[in-house]
């Protein structure tokens, strides 16, 4: 199957790990001499292959019955994959306070330096969900002045979704209310990212949201030894489900990151679910999003037969992924309301020294921010939903 490949390579022990775009390979014969080298050129010939084979792994679609198939029961081979993995897969992913400094502002960098070069993640995915029987969820209270933490946990005999979808939020009484800087993960996997910003970002003001489509995802979480229900919710939630509300009142969050999360979506809902997402920044807030890009080597591996629709793609395991392009991406964020700050390739040239095979990825990362209020007071509204 094309499944998932390493993001990063790691930097040399003792190295800071830079931010991409500083390492070029400009004599071929060097070329394994490191793991990576960064914004590797195309040639002509190099993307007219590249084209050719995503036309010949298009041509044979995946049957209707099966692309419903795959649609309905999403959570299914979700849940299947982190059965089967549980947290071992993904390694945490240190990288992202070196692209996306927005997740622990007013560290040092000293303090970023140390962070372990060998952490990486490793390809990652998307997510979205359905709770599973005797899942439990944890709510929490903080007092007013602190984020002292008073921990309940409820059993769920209902559906865990369902129990958020008829949530009415308060503005003032919902999980991490008291925090005075809000970061929500979607997506979040076992969490690779959220357990490095809990570590990395020490702001007692802090409190991290972390959902995802896979229930058996949230219970390994919430099982983690370092998870702390005092600055950090983690709940099922299924992004493409408009009956569904999140935990948070709109406008109240600073930072919501999206790392290979939204590939995993089908392309038609898409939209709605960035632009519900949107509402819930603050004016100044920013989405991150780090995901593929078209022509990834990912995509060139797929077989015929494997392809749901343009781009669009499954695994031999029943998990989806699309490869994106940056005006798609560009027109999603702004369409939502939102300002480009950044939207880059990241065209990497990944190498295997023990094996002596190269690798070409592609990502996108982007950054993009809510406007800040107007001089009348307001901001534009994301579209509906």
Not at 124 to 143: A, N, V
Not at 193 to 208: M, Y
Not at 323 to 338: S, Y
Request: with cysteine; charged share 25%; aromatic share 10%.
């Amino acid at each position: 199957m094309a499944g998932p490949y390493t993001e990063c390579a790691p930097a040399a022990v003792g190295q800071k790990r830079q931010q991409f775009g500083s390492r070029f390979l400009s004599d071929p014969a060097r070329v394994f001499h490191h793991n990576a080298w960064d914004n590797v050129e195309w040639s002509e010939e190099q993307a007219a292959a590249a084209e050719r084979k995503v036309r010949e792994n298009s041509t044979q679609r995946v049957c209707q019955e099966k692309q419903v198939d795959y649609e309905i029961n999403a959570h299914k081979y979700w849940n299947d994959f982190y059965k089967i993995h549980e947290n071992g897969f993904f390694k945490d992913r240190h990288w992202l306070f070196t692209e996306f400094p927005e997740l622990a502002p007013g560290q040092s960098q000293d303090h970023l330096e140390d962070l372990p070069s060998d952490k990486r993640s490793e390809a990652p995915e998307r997510r979205t969900s359905e709770d599973g029987p005797g899942l439990k969820i944890e709510q929490h209270k903080c007092s007013s002045n602190s984020l002292e933490c008073e921990t309940q946990t409820a059993p769920v005999g209902e559906n865990v979704t369902q129990k958020f979808s008829h949530l009415e939020i308060c503005a003032d009484e919902f999980p991490g209310s008291s925090a005075t800087y809000r970061i929500l993960e979607v997506g979040c996997g076992v969490g690779n990212t959220v357990f490095p910003i809990l570590q990395t970002n020490n702001d007692p003001g802090l409190f991290v949201y972390c959902c995802d489509f896979s229930s058996t995802a949230i219970e390994l979480v919430q099982t983690n030894s370092a998870y702390d229900p005092c600055r950090c919710f983690a709940f099922v939630h299924d992004l493409c489900d408009e009956d569904q509300s999140y935990p948070v009142p709109t406008s109240s969050l600073d930072i919501i990151i999206l790392i290979f999360v939204l590939s995993a979506v089908v392309p038609d809902k898409m939209q709605k679910a960035i632009n519900r997402l949107s509402r819930l920044l603050k004016p100044g807030g920013m989405m991150l999003l780090r995901d593929y890009g078209r022509h990834d080597m990912a995509q060139l591996r797929f077989k015929k037969g494997q392809c749901l629709s343009e781009n669009f793609y499954v695994r031999g395991d029943g998990t989806r992924v699309y490869f994106f392009t940056q005006d798609e991406l560009d027109t999603l964020f702004t369409t939502a309301g939102l300002e480009k700050v950044q939207n880059l390739v990241d065209r990497r040239l990944q190498v295997n020294r023990g094996k002596q095979l190269t690798m070409y990825r592609v990502w996108i990362q982007c950054k993009y921010r809510k406007p800040l209020l107007s001089s009348a007071g307001s901001v534009a509204p994301a579209p509906d939903a």
